[in-house]
């Protein structure tokens, strides 16, 4: 019992690694510009689609695949946000985005019902289904590998934002949209380039989602709960809460799911998030905003 | 600015005047449109037609309810898929355990599954009320998932085997009438409260929250208890018209009863009509909920909906995110303004045309 | 003559940052109080202390003789005492007249709420009147969302006076107001002020402030420095430290403002 807890605490880890890179890139998104980008999810599962697309018909590794698909999201992003997002008003931008992008999402539902039907899929390399064993615990390579690229990734993410001049300016966008405006910001087009990356990366944690679940379009309501929830109590916009609470959702669920019962742990994943947020409103890491605003 | 101050004191009397007439034109057009509903099984006896207009219906009201706490306080929850199944399942399981055959004394649950839905939503609603705007989405969407996954694993519901709800043994010509009249009576329900809040000070409290929840906390609106009420009263009637939906259908799943498409449905019916007003989610659910339903029938693939609904909601918000009823009712206003300001002092400024921001513009239409 | 309004040493920071130090200030009952001082010397903070909005972390504040320190704003405005915001804060997408009805509704219950239509004939009849004394009547059926700024005001205004608060606590009345609009914010001020209504005004114009307070006070660095009335502010040179030294740099940028 006491390692198999431990073997769940290293799944929930390393899976929570690439989720927390899932849902940086939605925070990103409502960092940036107040958007709640609720397809998100289809967009994992798209990423997953092109991955297996590309290993079943053209033989490409997943993680080679990895640099046709995350240009090809970031491509759609830009578009999605240059076709639909910019054309919001900016008064009821977060609530009107909500829909937008729901809208988004069930086009991309039907067309990849369409073209890849609603039977399961799953993504197949060498190192799906193998394992390290390592001080009596099994390490599926797909878990490390996958992990490993999270880290790169969001490393990336974090050296783009704190280490660049655009990065400086996403930053000031976070703050303040329009004190970055005044300081002579292009902050549409840092919205757009912001939104691109926020798609770009569930390219990356779509093949790992597809190598280790099988999964069809209407997954993605699933996906888009959980990422949803792991922002909300992360503290919507909150980069590093984004990572805290992927990581802790993840090896919660993975430890219930051990110790109660497989069926019962999504549930407590979602639990976890209402009981949070009736004593935290504004999530674990979200500053709690004052009555006056 | 001041161009409109000057001469707004005409306007406002000759505003009232035209508005009498109006007034009466609405209320003639309200007369027909009841008129048509009670006539059209009498009409249409074609069972295919009629089974569509039970759903249509059906989520005519699960619209308007929607809309009754949506447009009118600005949260938007996609939740209510949480009611719809609470009362289906109430309306299966208690008739399955007091052993009814499925007649008449069936529909006497229909309001029993609305006090189901009432207990499940004060909780829902306490704890997702006191979050901001776009947690509550989240929330709301989060509770939904628990309540489905708890309808697939617990004893009672049965699982994903679903519950058989009896059928009553009425001819197949009656069928679906019975049902239609069932359904057509909780939409007058709905239709009379939604108006009915809209008239209230309790609708008057909603509308505050919506512009400026924390100035009417200032002002003396107890904001929780505002919001609360008014979830709850929608949630309901969607619980009454999940009931019904289960009797109809005669057999349950939590997949379907528990649908997350419901609510994008019913918000996207909503929007499309116009928030925030009586006619238009009525109007949205008449025009989308056949279209669906057609789209269905014809073609067995079911995604080709998806990508309709998906485009057709994105036209509807980027084209007139305000919807089509106050949209029209714009155009109309405007029209009106400038004919009565060439009329009135050809010299004048036109009276500004009443565009604003947004999606919602209050009396009914 | 005795204080209707009372504040005793409260002070507040957020973060780091001391927005109230130990401020005191007391409002006497049927005259017009002016607040004044740099920006960022705490002037709003202390109006949101004092209508419940934001929570002191010391110090007492009374109303009539009873303590409301820490009560909420929907408590707070229900004991009598009214405010308006800086930028102000009215319901755009309801008609004025609407505006003016969501103030009204007091302590009953939901039930009621429910079966009650928004307004009985004889708060209509109210609501008009004040409309009319701020000059906004015949703008009744409009969206409020389109008033001038300066009718903002107005509105908002009228829309304290719908509960008949005690004190009313304006905060910059007059900023970025037209001056005929101001005349009239100021007339408004006074005739209620003659029938009896207590008033706390916080401004940036010094004439207007000095025109019209039987009282004013200082604030710098969130306390209190002076107080009296408009001549001894006037000539205490306290006042001109505040606004041109002592202070940190962001203040310098204010002054001309005054």
Redesign the interface.
């Known amino acids: 019992m006491g390692s198999s807890i431990i073997q769940a605490v290293i799944d929930g880890v390393l899976t929570g690694g690439v989720y927390a890179l899932m849902a940086a890139g939605l925070t990103l998104i409502f960092g940036v510009m107040d958007i709640i980008n609720i397809a998100q999810g289809i967009f994992v599962i798209l990423g997953a689609y092109l991955s297996y697309a590309l290993s079943v018909h053209a033989g490409i590794d997943p993680f080679l695949g990895l640099f046709i698909t995350i240009p090809a999201l970031f491509l759609i992003g830009i578009g999605v946000e240059w076709g639909f997002i910019r054309r919001l008003k900016e008064g009821d931008r977060t609530a009107m985005s909500i829909l937008v992008t729901y809208a988004v999402s069930i086009i991309i539902e039907g067309v990849l019902n369409v073209s890849f039907s609603v039977n399961y899929v799953q993504i197949h390399a060498w190192y799906v289904n193998r394992s390290v064993h390592l001080f009596g615990f099994y390490l599926p390579y797909i878990y490390l590998f996958g992990f490993a690229m999270a880290a790169v990734l969001l490393i990336a993410i974090y050296a783009l934002l704190y280490r660049t001049r655009f990065g400086a300016s996403v930053r000031a966008s976070l703050q303040d949209r329009t004190a970055a405006r005044l300081v002579g910001i292009d902050v549409r087009r840092v919205s757009t380039i912001c939104f691109g990356l926020g798609v770009a990366v569930t390219a990356a944690g779509g093949m790992v989602f597809g190598a280790t679940n099988a999964f069809n379009a209407s997954t993605s309501y699933d996906l888009i709960s959980r990422l949803l929830a792991i922002v909300i109590l992360g503290g919507l916009g909150s980069m590093g809460g984004a990572l805290g609470a992927a990581v802790f959702m993840l090896v919660l669920e993975d430890v219930v799911a051990v110790v109660w019962s497989p069926v019962w742990a999504t549930a407590v994943f979602f639990a976890a998030l209402v009981v949070v947020l009736s004593v935290r409103p504004a999530g674990l890491f979200g500053r709690q905003v004052a009555r006056a605003q | ?1 001041s161009a ?2 000057k001469s ?2 005409e306007a ?1 009397v000759s ?2 005047g035209v508005s009498t007439g109006r007034r009466s034109a609405i209320a003639a057009a309200w007369l027909v449109f009841g008129a048509l509903l009670l006539v059209f099984p009498i009409l249409f006896s074609n069972p295919t037609v009629t089974t569509i207009a039970v759903f249509t219906l059906i989520y005519m009201t699960a619209a308007t309810a929607w809309n009754g706490f949506a447009g009118y306080s ?1 949260y ?1 929850p996609l939740g209510h898929a949480v009611f719809f199944g609470v009362g289906a399942y109430t309306m299966a399981l208690v008739s399955l355990h007091l052993n009814l055959q499925g007649g008449y004394e069936m529909f006497a649950l229909v309001p029993l599954a609305g006090v189901a839905a009432a207990v499940i939503a004060v909780p829902f609603g306490l ?1 997702a009320l ?6 509550f ?3 709301t ?6 309540v489905q ?2 309808a697939f ?1 617990l004893g009672f519901t049965q699982g994903s085997s679903g519950v058989q709800v009896a059928t009553p043994l009425w001819t197949a010509a009656s069928f679906n009438d019975r049902f239609y009249y069932a359904a057509l009576v909780i939409l007058l329900i709905a239709v009379l409260v939604s108006w ?2 809209r ?7 909603l ?2 929250i ?3 929840e ?9 904001v929780q ?2 919001k609360l ?1 008014g979830f709850v009263l929608s949630g309901v009637t969607v619980g009454m018209v999940g009931a019904l939906y289960a009797f109809f259908i005669g057999q349950i799943y939590p997949q379907f009863a528990f649908d ?2 419901f609510d ?1 449905t019913i ?2 019916m909503a ?1 499309f009509g116009g928030l925030g007003t009586i006619s238009g989610p009525l109007l949205g659910a008449l025009i989308l909920e056949p279209l669906q339903q057609y789209l269905t029938l014809q073609y067995s ?7 309709i ?3 057709l ?2 036209i509807v ?2 084209t007139m ?1 305000r919807g089509i009823i106050p949209t029209i009712g714009d155009r109309l206003a405007m029209r009106r303004a400038e004919r009565l300001g060439r009329e009135e002092s050809p010299s004048a400024a036109p009276v ?1 045309p ?1 565009v ?7 009396a009914a239409r | 003559m005795s204080a209707l309004l009372e504040v005793e040493g409260v002070s507040k920071s957020f973060g780091g940052l001391r927005a109230l130090s130990l401020c005191s200030l007391s409002v006497q009952r049927g005259s017009i109080a002016g607040l004044i001082g740099p920006n960022g010397s705490g002037k709003t903070t202390l109006f949101n202390v004092v209508t419940g909005y934001v929570r002191p972390d010391a110090g007492s504040v009374t109303f009539d003789e009873k303590s409301i320190t820490g009560a909420r704003p929907d408590e707070v405005f229900a004991l009598g005492l009214g405010r308006t915001f800086q930028l102000t804060r009215i319901f755009a997408r309801l008609t004025v007249l609407e505006n003016m009805l969501v103030a009204t509704q007091r302590n009953e219950g939901w039930l009621r709420s429910i079966m009650r239509a928004a307004a009985s004939p004889a708060e209509q009849r109210r609501a008009m009147e004040l409309l009319d004394f701020v000059g906004l009547a015949r703008l009744s059926a409009t969206k409020a969302g389109t008033l001038s700024y300066g009718q903002r005001k107005l509105l908002e205004l009228a829309y304290v006076l719908v509960a008949d608060p005690a004190v009313i606590l304006l905060d910059e009345p007059a900023g970025g107001v037209n001056p005929t609009l101001i005349n009239e914010i100021r007339e408004r001020i006074v005739a209620l002020n003659r029938e009896g209504k207590t008033f706390l005004v916080v401004e940036h114009n010094m004439e207007f402030v000095m025109g019209l307070c039987h009282q004013v006070t200082v604030m710098h660095q969130g306390s209190a420095i002076v107080s009296g009335t408009p001549d001894v502010v006037r000539a205490d040179p306290r006042v001109l430290d505040a606004y041109l030294g002592g202070g940190e740099e962001e203040d310098r940028d204010d002054v001309a403002v005054g």
């Open positions: 600015m409109g101050a707004s004191t406002y505003d009232t600005g938007i704890i006191r979050t901001r705007r776009h947690t989405v989240v929330i969407i989060a509770v939904f998932f628990i996954l708890l694993n009915g809040i008239r209230s000070r309790f609708g008057l409290q509308l505050a919506r512009d400026d924390d100035r009417a906390r200032g002002l003396g609106v107890k208890r505002v009420l997350p498409l994008v918000a996207l929007f693939v079911g995604s080709l909906y998806l990508i609904y998906g485009a909601f994105l918000i980027l995110p500004s009443p604003e921001v947004a999606p919602f513009s209050g």
